[in-house]
């Protein structure tokens, strides 16, 4: 078996894939197991987990220490050097032949080679990586080539995340909140925040002021927050538009593939789908750093990889009542589900999810008190496949993991999962989906006539996601909610 790890890097993560048929058996996060958000660190309850799913006999690692030992140092970060073979022996795998591959090419080998394409142009954009902050790549039967790439410390990852902080949320983990605010404002400061903090801008060419520490100070106090957000998202959508119809016109491309944790802005990913600039679009279920433990395997590889679902961690087997879920639902009531195995990525898709009618008034405010989140947050609708374009802007490409932020047709009936904008961030659910949604949405379907629920991940704000038996116990009794 191949073992990726991502580590001492935030979200920690494994993944192992049988190297005889490239199919992915386990992937999963360290914070599920230790409960602490975006951890860093393994732990032996995720390494023993993973052993349930065979015996690594090779490990891939997913950076090269060197090159971002070196860039620590030019950024002043002091250098933080580690030893791979030390940690593999803390887990008796000390002795396994260790392939090192650099963090773009891992992101970008994990979204071609999982996305079913022959041939693809993919846009890595993330906040750093040894040094890549964004590079472009094409892809097909030869391999991957990069193409282009721009290095620290220019960064639009760091710039989204220096508005992150400078909003007062936690950088690298909570700009998808300022995502959500940016409807609220409107983009008003966005050439003036361009002057002050990039010094030039032609996508895909960019230059940033330093900001690996911040922005205090660079931006005028009395300007709102909201418009801040929308300001900086409007830049955001500027450059990753500018950059793919760059792309497509220099590589001649058709199909595009967005990776790193800047494919997880499904406000602008679904900017770039709209346009329809592309014949197909891909965005993988976990484009970021948590991704990396698949991505090194991937570059290893250099082929594609069977990834059928996301359902690849912990396994929680255990019966779920449907027409006990239903009747609570119907009843108004919030529910849980922890069942099955957990998912691979950020988002929710039914085995940790909290369930609720999306039609309700107060549907939302209930549920972001539960999850003690602000309130001007929407939620997501989890939709049977076969109505989604019935009531959404839709095209049935890669909309399985919630990475596009689509116009809904009537928001007015569903409020809880409409942002102010109108627009939702859909998983379809299809006949083949293996989770336990897929069954609650067809008998809710029959019994209401709605094909779809409010789908939102199994925790409060600031904690993972449920993972075991006895976190959905905890859960549940901490926040009255029923969890099956």
């Not at 394409?117 to 993919?122: E, F, K, N, Q, Y």
């Not at 890595?124 to 094409?138: C, F, L, P, R």
């Not at 605010?181 to 330093?210: C, E, K, V, W, Y």
């Not at 927050?225 to 959508?237: C, H, R, V």
């Amino acid at each position: 078996m191949l073992l990726g790890i991502n580590t001492y890097n935030h979200d920690a993560s494994v993944c192992l894939v049988n190297p005889h048929n490239h199919e992915v058996v386990f992937a999963a996060h360290a914070e599920r197991y230790s409960r602490q958000k975006n951890d860093s660190e393994l732990n032996a309850e995720l390494i023993e987990d993973m052993l349930d799913y065979g015996e690594p006999t090779q490990v891939c690692w997913f950076e090269k220490p060197f090159s971002r030992n070196l860039r620590q140092m030019y950024s002043g970060e002091g250098i933080r050097p580690y030893s791979i073979k030390n940690l593999l022996k803390r887990y008796k795998l000390g002795e396994l032949p260790i392939h090192k591959y650099s963090h773009h090419e891992n992101h970008a080998a994990q979204a071609f080679y999982t996305s079913g394409m022959r041939h693809a142009g993919i846009l890595v954009i993330d906040a750093i990586g040894e040094w890549d902050t964004t590079s472009i790549w094409t892809a097909d039967s030869n391999g991957l080539q990069k193409r282009w790439n721009r290095q620290y410390p220019s960064s639009m990852g760091l710039f989204y995340s220096a508005i992150t902080q400078a909003l007062g949320f936690k950088p690298n983990e909570e700009e998808y909140i300022v995502m959500g605010m940016a409807a609220l404002g409107a983009p008003i400061h966005a050439q003036a925040m361009r002057d002050r903090l990039f010094t030039s801008f032609n996508p895909p060419n960019f230059r940033t002021r330093r900001m690996h520490k911040g922005i205090r100070g660079m931006l005028p106090g009395y300007w709102r927050a909201e418009d801040i957000a929308a300001s900086a998202q409007l830049i955001w959508q500027d450059y990753l538009l500018g950059t793919v119809m760059w792309m497509r016109k220099k590589y001649n491309i058709r199909n595009l593939i967005i990776a790193g944790g800047g494919a997880l802005n499904c406000v602008a990913n679904d900017l770039i789908r709209s346009s329809g600039a592309f014949d197909e679009i891909y965005v993988p279920p976990n484009p970021g750093d948590a991704g990396l433990a698949l991505g090194a395997i991937a570059a290893h590889l250099k082929a594609p990889i069977k990834m059928k679902h996301a359902y690849l961690g912990y396994d929680i087997r255990r019966r779920v009542p449907v027409d006990g879920v239903i009747s609570l639902l119907e009843a108004g009531e919030v529910v849980g589900i922890a069942n099955g195995r957990a998912e691979w990525g950020p988002r929710a898709l039914g085995n940790r999810s909290l369930l609720a009618d999306p039609r309700g008034p107060d549907v939302k405010d209930r549920v972001n008190a539960i999850k003690k989140r602000e309130e001007f947050r929407p939620f997501a609708p989890a939709v049977l496949d076969e109505y989604a374009d019935s009531m959404f802007e839709i095209d049935h490409n890669n909309m399985d993991y919630m990475q596009f932020a689509v116009r809904c047709y009537d928001p007015e009936s569903y409020p809880a999962i409409c942002h102010v904008d109108d627009t939702s961030r859909v998983q379809m659910v299809n006949k083949n989906n293996p989770s336990i949604l897929r069954t609650i949405l067809e008998v809710w379907h029959a019994r209401t006539g709605c094909p779809m629920l409010l789908n939102t991940s199994l925790n409060i704000k600031g904690e993972p996601l449920v993972n075991s038996v006895d976190d959905a116990r905890r859960f549940s009794s901490l926040n009255n909610v029923v969890v099956f």
